[in-house]
């Protein structure tokens, strides 16, 4: 009997779309029955998206409040497989990923299911995933492997061509100097070469190994100084979430976190990063390495 897989997006700009498509090949070539659902939130996201609309997102983000989805179709009862795929705002879920596990219908074909995860990201994706696990955990979804694309340029760099990229909607290179922002289009086609280890880890019954074969391939990896970041940064988003949520001018104090985010990435972040890379990194090389690898599976503590 074919094998059934449901593959889960939702997309504004168009960049998840395309990675889905790539991993989702060796899939139909395979010969399995793939069900390709895309998320629609009822009141949608703009794309391009001004600064003050996505900033206006973080609380909920956060948060982990729903928004109402558009009604979604499934193919079958029942899947071998559900390939969840989402990005990260604010170093969380997306909203239109986190609505998901309020779905009724979907939280039934996730319970006892695997599930592999497939991230397209800036940079900065392990305080979101580890909000999925817990999600997943909680609708009884079979977490078995995490692959995870982002854009490979510097942290200030990519932060300068995403911005760009949202607001105007233009995925070429700013002021003619800057790179492409997103993605790089070889490692959009690459997520091909990962769908083909999870088709194999599918047919031959092998998804407990599969992460460590996806590991082996680079489909994810972890950089030091950015998980040094991230997870900081997600103690105080959360503190800041918890904050504005409780005022009544919101757009206010949005606008605040807003100037308190752009100078703590492009002014405190890297005075602390050298400071910790000469100072105390050496001391506790064994504790990053430890969490690390703990970031790389997929196994929620």
């Not at 996201?45 to 009604?71: G, I, N, R």
């Not at 979907?106 to 305080?127: C, F, H």
């Not at 506790?284 to 969490?291: F, G, L, S, W």
């Amino acid at each position: 009997m074919n094998k059934k897989v449901l593959f889960l997006y939702f997309t504004q700009s168009g960049q998840l779309g395309e990675i889905v498509n790539k991993f989702s090949q060796p899939f139909q070539e395979a010969g399995f029955l793939c069900d390709v659902v895309r998320v629609f939130p009822e009141n949608a996201f703009p794309f391009p998206w001004k600064m003050d609309q996505f900033f206006e997102v973080m609380p909920a983000s956060v948060m982990e409040k729903p928004t109402t989805l558009s009604q979604m179709s499934f193919k079958y009862d029942k899947y071998d497989l559900i390939v969840f795929a989402y990005q990260p705002w604010f170093l969380s879920p997306s909203i239109p990923a986190t609505s998901l596990f309020f779905n009724e219908e979907l939280k039934k074909r996730i319970k006892d299911t695997p599930v592999v995860t497939l991230i397209g990201s800036r940079n900065m994706w392990i305080s979101a995933q580890e909000k999925i696990k817990r999600q997943l955990k909680n609708v009884g979804g079979l977490l078995k492997g995490n692959i995870v694309l982002v854009d490979k340029h510097s942290n200030l760099t990519s932060l300068v061509t995403i911005i760009y990229w949202m607001k105007t909607g233009k995925k070429d290179k700013y002021l003619g100097v800057f790179p492409n922002p997103g993605v790089a289009p070889s490692d959009i086609e690459s997520t091909k070469l990962y769908g083909e280890t999870v088709v194999e880890a599918v047919e031959n019954n092998t998804l407990n190994k599969l992460q460590e074969q996806l590991i082996e391939q680079k489909a994810v990896e972890v950089k030091p100084n950015l998980m040094f970041i991230e997870t900081r940064g997600a103690m105080l988003f959360k503190i800041w979430a918890n904050f504005i949520e409780k005022k009544k001018n919101k757009t206010f104090w949005l606008r605040i976190f807003k100037y308190y985010l752009f100078i703590a990435i492009f002014l405190v972040a890297p005075i602390v990063i050298i400071i910790n890379t000469l100072i105390f990194k050496p001391f506790i090389i064994n504790k990053i390495k430890h969490k690390k690898n703990y970031f790389l599976q997929t196994e929620l503590a």
